[in-house]
């Protein structure tokens, strides 16, 4: 199981809003990782960390920003969310190195921008 | 670049019967990873077996089995003896080796598989 933990698993909120998705990972894990994900698509990355102040963006651009101060903690802001942001927000954390090196999801938050 | 293609949107099994899901890939690297993940309706991925490129058998996990034919790139994921449990979504992925990372991970649009009881 798991030791990976989003907030909140819902949003629901209006146009113009800040808003923070949190993320985090009791592992350990010095990679973690953001993916976008639309109903019944396929997962796109849009931020990844290698480790403490390490960001970078990823194949989807993203309006949205990361930070990484701390190794367990992973947080996605969205300064003024739109209708177009809405979409599930999954987070991930991995191991460094390995040829099989897996991904551990949280549960994802689905956010509703209205 | 690499691409993977899962052609079936969804799938039905009955309880207790095998089921394949189909996936086909296309990179240049010469060396690769293949993943399968579940995403149940709770939302979570689930990592559920792995297949390196150069390995010489097909990978197993309990009741999950990675049928590879390298020739024909393609990476289908079987499961027996399905299970209410079983029904989610699948995905399936791969990433280069050489790249070393899990940045690189290239994601399928996904199989909705529903098993009947």
């Known amino acids: 199981e798991a030791d990976i933990y989003q907030t909140p698993r819902y949003l629901v909120i209006g146009t113009g809003k800040k808003i923070t998705l949190e993320c985090s990972q009791t592992m350990g894990h010095d990679k973690m990782y953001w993916y976008q994900q639309d109903p019944g698509m396929e997962l796109h990355l849009i931020h990844y960390s290698y480790g403490v102040n390490s960001t970078e963006k990823g194949d989807l651009s993203s309006e949205s920003t990361v930070s990484r101060i701390r190794t367990e903690h992973f947080p996605l802001t969205l300064e003024s969310a739109r209708p177009s942001h809405t979409s599930q927000y999954l987070c991930?954390?991995?191991?460094?190195?390995?040829?099989?090196?897996?991904?551990?999801f949280g549960s994802g938050t689905q956010l509703s921008v209205l | 670049a690499q691409k993977i293609t899962q052609t079936q949107p969804g799938m039905f099994v009955q309880e207790k019967e095998a089921v394949t899901l189909d996936c086909t890939y296309d990179t240049s690297d010469p060396s690769y990873g293949l993943f399968w993940y579940k995403q149940p309706s709770s939302g979570e991925m689930i990592f559920l077996i792995y297949q390196g490129s150069y390995d010489q058998q097909n990978a197993t996990e309990g009741r999950y089995s990675l049928n590879f034919q390298k020739a024909r790139k393609s990476a289908n994921l079987v499961i027996s003896a399905s299970q209410l449990g079983d029904s989610a979504m699948y995905f399936c992925?791969?990433?280069?080796?050489?790249?070393?990372?899990?940045?690189?991970?290239?994601f399928g649009s996904g199989t909705q598989l529903t098993v009947l009881p």
């Open positions: 991930a954390s991995s191991e460094l190195g390995g040829t099989n090196e897996k991904l551990f």
């Open positions: 992925a791969m990433r280069p080796i050489s790249s070393g990372s899990a940045r690189q991970l290239t």
